[in-house]
């Protein structure tokens, strides 16, 4: 039995856990553990030095630091096995967050202009798709309720503006809340949540993004994530 680790909001409606691994599973191992804890939304980590070398979900320096700071907000059965936060590459937090959005969009009536933009390891053809991106109740998402994409895309957006243009870290939904009040609705499911206010907000979002991200700088990550979607629970974790 590996160690166990809750992580993430204090009053989310999922059970997050990091479950620590003693070796790198092969995918099929991970997969496969990852679904037999039932009840939970887990991923699986490496712990070296103190620090995370490895993860099954997300980025190592992501889930590193959310368990170094959310690790207090629960009752844990296990000592906390990172000591210390580490550098985040800002980079790769953008193209994830980008990619994650885009995916989204990819069973609705721009599924093929998504995938193409998917597929591709151009950052000006997945922005171009990008900036024209409407949030609406109106739309088939097919992949989750309006809910719970909307809370989605709030948290991401939250959570990427505060890095990028504040060098602040949120992993949690209250931090995201108490820093941008405007996404609370969002974050936390309300049903008469008012879409034109996420869709403002996340306009800003993609003017920060034309600024701060580049082909040059960002080639290598999608280059590597191309053609790979994204669900929900993979890119949001918190």
């Not at 109740?137 to 957006?157: G, M, P, S, T, W």
């Not at 082909?215 to 629970?233: A, I, M, P, V």
């Amino acid at each position: 039995m590996y160690p166990i680790i809750t992580h993430g909001s204090k009053d989310s409606l999922d059970h997050d856990v990091y479950v620590i691994f003693d070796h790198i599973p092969s995918f099929k191992e991970a997969k496969s553990y990852c679904q037999s804890l039932t009840g939970m939304n887990p991923n699986i980590l490496v712990i070296q030095d103190g620090v995370v070398s490895w993860s099954f979900k997300g980025t190592e320096d992501e889930c590193n630091n959310s368990l170094f700071y959310t690790y207090h907000l629960h009752e844990q059965d296990q000592e906390i096995p990172v000591t210390r936060i580490v550098e985040r590459d800002l980079d790769l937090k953008l193209v994830r967050t980008v990619r994650g959005l885009l995916s989204y969009f990819s069973r609705t009536d721009k599924r093929i202009e998504v995938k193409k933009a998917l597929r591709s390891p151009s950052w000006a053809e997945k922005y171009s798709i990008l900036k024209d991106l409407q949030l609406s109740r109106n739309i088939d998402y097919v992949k989750c309720n309006h809910e719970e994409l909307f809370k989605f895309f709030a948290f991401q957006i939250g959570q990427t503006l505060s890095l990028i243009k504040d060098g602040e870290e949120l992993f949690t939904k209250r931090s995201v809340a108490d820093k941008y009040p405007e996404l609370e609705d969002f974050l936390y499911r309300k049903f008469d949540s008012d879409e034109s206010i996420l869709q403002e907000i996340y306009i800003d979002f993609i003017s920060l993004i034309e600024k701060e991200i580049s082909e040059t700088t960002t080639h290598r990550y999608l280059s590597n994530f191309s053609g790979q979607e994204f669900t929900f629970k993979e890119v949001s974790k918190f």
